[in-house]
């Protein structure tokens, strides 16, 4: 059967593949995975030394490929390699602040001048009569 099966998308994550599989057999869609088994390199998290495969019957192809791309989360998208940076970004300005930086070095914003909200006091009183 595997000769008569078309790869539609490939996956780095167990997760996302599964995923989308399921979202495809919901639809009425017979979906497979080829290269999960074998690969993988993080026990519990899906992560893999290879992509996993994602196929469908050639007759389905078209069907399955629009449910993907009309589907948010279901196709796989690369990140950019800076996608991290995003982390390091002051909330006030959008500078890149270093990694120990505890103020923005363009700004002087820092999370130290932010207010603490405390939690409401209990009353003694009021606590006893409940």
Not at 62 to 70: D, F, I, V, Y
Not at 73 to 85: K, V
Not at 112 to 127: C, H, K, R, S
């Amino acid at each position: 059967m595997a000769d008569q099966l078309v790869t539609i998308e490939r996956y780095k994550f167990q997760p996302q593949a599964e995923t989308a599989r399921i979202a495809l057999e919901q639809s009425g869609i017979p979906a497979f995975l080829q290269g999960l088994f074998g690969s993988n390199t993080g026990l519990s998290t899906g992560i893999t030394s290879g992509w996993i495969e994602l196929q469908v019957e050639p007759s389905r192809v078209a069907e399955a490929r629009a449910l993907l791309e009309r589907t948010p989360g279901l196709l796989w998208e690369d990140t950019p390699s800076d996608a991290n940076l995003d982390d390091n970004k002051c909330l006030a300005c959008g500078a890149i602040m270093p990694p120990q930086a505890k103020r923005c070095p363009a700004c002087g914003w820092s999370f130290m001048d932010q207010p603490v909200e405390e939690a409401e006091a209990v009353d003694e009183d009021d606590a006893d009569e409940n």
